[in-house]
């Protein structure tokens, strides 16, 4: 019988129109912020270049199978009387997964706070193995089954005599938990130039979030975006998220961060934070916004500083993914991690996501003692 490898040549796998159509979309939908019809006017655009359609599959009947399949459905109209087709929740989901298989790979569904450690002791996963009775252990955990069929064999069974000696102590294992806060700068910066940075971000948050759902359900994430102020937005808002005519307020970000992070119960916190790394407003008490868009203005920096070190007694690691290559900003990052104890990555767009995801898993398993 013969061994060895057999090779042939590469076929690709069989798609419809449909399908064909559909993974540019789903791109497309991403870039556009969940805007529709700017989508398919750069689907149309791209099938005049490159023939991505013909008489037999339109893109009309692509968007009537849209339609069909519950990705789309008509918006009711706002204020300004303006309606039309919009995405649905399906599609938010499919958005989602689609940012997850392209940045981190097929992970497949694991069970539930599927983080273990090394580490034996009072934990909630049973591992299957049993070890004798310790002082100090909790009685909940003792195997009431193996202990008494230790004390018939030890004392025999004439009369029943249950001693310190029998007990037996089913085994557990820690399950480490994380409560992490994604920060997302949205300010103009973040088009300058000629360069989306949004996208990315946005793709990172979207992979983060079906990865957190999915594999590690009892982990929790919360998104903050923010400009000239910081605030929550839900996992559903992601695709719809831009950059607006806004300064970068990282003081109020890193605020609500932790006000987020003190009501939650795990031990294990941390705060991410995707900026190009120029702080350049802060909101006084009195509610007057102080700006400086030229450089790093001291009195603002030093309020970056401040919340770090006030992150840093709180035990909340931040992790900066610095996504500009300017080395005055970066020497401001290196200056603000220093102050928290935690951790920067000066990198552009490429491999963000990679970096993002290596680092959360790391630190699943390093914090827990």
């Known amino acids: 019988m013969k061994k060895g490898f057999y090779f042939k040549p590469y076929e690709k796998a069989f798609q419809t129109p449909f399908e064909k159509l559909f993974e540019i979309f789903k791109e497309l939908i991403t870039h556009t912020s969940g805007d529709f019809d700017e989508a398919i006017d ?11 359609t013909d ?16 990705y789309i459905k008509e918006q009711p109209k706002d204020g300004d009387g303006k309606g039309g087709m919009g995405i649905t929740a399906k ?3 499919i958005i989602r997964q689609h940012a997850l298989d392209q940045i981190f790979g097929n ?34 955990s003792i195997s009431m089954t193996e202990s008494i069929k230790n004390a018939q064999i030890n004392n025999g069974i004439d009369g029943f005599n249950l001693t310190e000696n029998d007990l037996v102590v089913e085994e557990t294992q820690f399950k ?11 300010s103009h910066s973040m088009i300058l130039y000629g360069e989306d940075r ?24 919360d998104i903050i975006v923010f400009g000239n ?58 509610g007057d916004y102080y700006k400086n868009s030229f450089g790093l203005d001291e009195y603002i920096v030093d309020k970056c500083y401040n919340q770090a070190a006030q992150a840093r ?14 080395p005055y900003l970066q020497e401001f990052v290196q200056h603000f991690t220093e102050a928290n104890q935690g951790k920067a990555f000066y990198t552009g767009l490429k491999g963000l996501g990679e970096m993002i995801f290596e680092d959360y898993a790391a630190n699943r398993k390093k914090r827990i003692k």
């Open 55 to 70: 008489e037999n599959y339109t893109i009309d009947d692509f968007i009537e199978d849209l339609k069909k399949k519950g």
């Open 229 to 286: 102020d910081a605030w929550s937005i839900p996992i559903k808002d992601l695709p719809y998220l831009k950059v607006g005519p806004y300064h970068t307020n990282t003081v109020a970000g890193l605020q609500l961060a932790m006000d987020i992070l003190r009501r939650k119960r795990n031990t294990n916190k941390q705060i991410f934070m995707i900026t190009d790394g120029k702080p350049s407003c802060i909101r006084e008490k009195n």
């Open 107 to 140: 992970i497949k569904k694991s069970a539930s706070g599927n983080h273990k450690t090394k580490h034996t002791g009072t934990g909630d996963e049973h591992t299957g193995d049993n070890r004798a009775y310790q002082f100090g252990d909790n009685l909940s």
């Open 42 to 52: 750069w689907l149309r655009e791209l099938d005049m270049e490159y023939k991505l």
């Open 176 to 186: 480490a938990q994380m409560s992490t806060v994604l920060m997302i700068d949205i």
């Open 91 to 93: 599609t938010e989901r």
């Open 198 to 221: 949004i996208t990315p971000a946005k793709k990172v948050a979207m992979a983060l979030a079906e990865l957190i759902t999915t594999r590690y359900p009892k982990d929790t994430l």
């Open 313 to 326: 007694k709180l035990h909340i690691p931040i992790t900066t993914f610095m996504i500009a290559s300017d």
